[in-house]
């Protein structure tokens, strides 16, 4: 599949805002392109023609551009299809939803092609795992927990170890509960959490699993938004295997997970 093959949905309110991206778009070769200025036409009409990715401003008329991909989110049609977020916005209380619920990327305005690019290759490397007949056995051996308190994170990253053909796969709500399953002696071949989680946070189940439990070398993915350098230098030192930042890159989780278990003596 090539870039000039992706059918895309933007929906951005500005009239100027939208043919700038969509001048972008076309200059990757992009043609088949949807424009909607509100987020529920635009819906209706995914519903009825799914697109392969959604580019979306934050402040919709009708709704914001989180409500936007929660609806996608909650529903089997739309579930998969790629989100990208394009905007000025820089407040946590806004963008902490839409790096939760599995947008691909989230561009400021202005972006600059580059920018554009790594989306884009992004996007089109997930459609075409998640698409791909491959039956390669890679990884049909590796066991993966996930561990997330968001029910859309665990979701989203369950849908990128899909498209890497990875079926074994267990999810937990927070480190407490992890935990539990790791004491009662479940064994993975890789650990995916977040940091920021009530009960047992990431740090904690890292500390433990390296510290008192059965299997303490298995490689840990922690995946994050938290920007404070002091905490992240933390986790690094409870001995996380890698650290990826939310809103999750697809290429770059799975360069990291091919790294992680090939490094691992399985």
Sequence with gaps: MEL???YVTVIEPSKVQRHIIINQLNSFGIE?????EEGKP???HMLSTPPDL???AMHLPDMTGTDLVTQMRGLDSLENITFLLISSETHYRYLEPIRQAGAIAILPKPFSREEMRTALRSTLDYISDFESDSDSDEYDALRVLIV???TLSRKYIQQMLDSLSISSVDTAKDGAEALQMIDDGRRYDLIITDYNMPNVDGQELTEHIRNHSEQPTVPI???TSEQ????LAAVQSAGVSAICSKPLSYD????????LVTDYDL
């Design 4 to 6: 000039s093959n992706l």
């Design 32 to 36: 088949k392109v949807e424009e909607f």
């Design 42 to 44: 635009a819906l209706e």
């Design 54 to 56: 959604v580019l979306s």
């Design 148 to 150: 997330d308190d968001s």
């Design 221 to 223: 993915l922690m995946v």
């Design 228 to 231: 404070n350098e002091s905490r």
């Design 252 to 259: 770059t989780v799975k360069q990291l997970i091919e790294q």
